[in-house]
């Protein structure tokens, strides 16, 4: 599961998880998918800090760009 994956299921457990609490949370089990649920949502905040992404549904690349080549060839002696 990558981490895109486990934002979305991180997303859907915690919907399931609301679900239940809007229904009187029966048999007691809100609790447990909140809490899985804020499982994927570590492991994809996880994924994206590895990737350098500032959000764990952009799936590759830095999180601002840097310098365009355009800029760097206008200025040569500038350092970034």
């Known amino acids: 599961m990558n981490g895109p994956s486990h ?3 991180g997303e859907e457990l915690a919907e399931h998880a609301e679900d239940l ?3 009187g949370d029966p ?3 809100a609790p447990v998918w ?3 649920a804020h499982v994927h949502a570590t492991l994809a905040e ?3 800090a590895a990737l350098g992404t500032s959000h764990p549904m952009r799936s590759s690349g830095p999180a601002s ?3 365009s080549t355009a800029t760097s060839a ?3 002696g500038t350092r970034h």
């Open 46 to 48: 996880a994924a994206a």
């Open 34 to 36: 909140a809490a899985l």
């Open 7 to 9: 934002y979305v299921k």
């Open 65 to 67: 760009p840097g310098p």
């Open 74 to 76: 206008r200025n040569p």
């Open 27 to 29: 048999d007691g089990l």
């Open 21 to 23: 609490i809007k229904q």
